[in-house]
């Protein structure tokens, strides 16, 4: 039950953050009520707690990055500036493929539970 529970709370949580509504203990229980998925009441509380204490976007875009890797150095700045556009926009499009898997695993998840 607690992966099931972790998991609704994750995508919970994901799914605020995306839409840009504050995340809070309250808001993940009901998103995960809403959903029919039932996890115990401490839950919630210590996602919300974790999405306070860290920036979600960095957990995101971090998910198996080693925290002691050095940043390449850019030998030629101009190309370098060139690329952070590009960077941008590719980061932004796997935020959203990442995000729309979520909401897609929330509702499989939600189906495995009620059948």
Same mark, same amino acid.
């Given at each position: 039950?607690?992966?099931t529970s972790e998991l609704a709370c994750t995508y919970a949580a994901l799914i605020l953050h995306d839409d840009g509504i504050e995340i809070t203990a309250e808001k993940i229980a009901k998103l995960v009520k #809403? /959903?029919?998925v039932n996890?115990?009441?401490y839950w919630?509380?210590?996602f919300a707690k974790l999405c306070q204490k860290k920036n979600i976007d960095d957990l995101i875009m971090n998910?198996?990055?080693s925290g002691d890797a050095a940043a390449p150095v850019?030998?030629?700045v101009p190309a #370098? /500036?060139?690329a952070v556009p590009a960077a941008e926009e590719t980061k932004?499009?796997?935020v959203y493929i990442f995000i729309v898997c979520l909401r897609t695993q929330l509702q499989l998840l939600n189906t495995n539970l009620t059948i």
């Open positions: 039950m607690s992966n #809403a /959903a029919n996890v115990e009441s919630p509380s210590l998910v198996g990055a850019a030998t030629n #370098a /500036a060139q932004k499009k796997k």
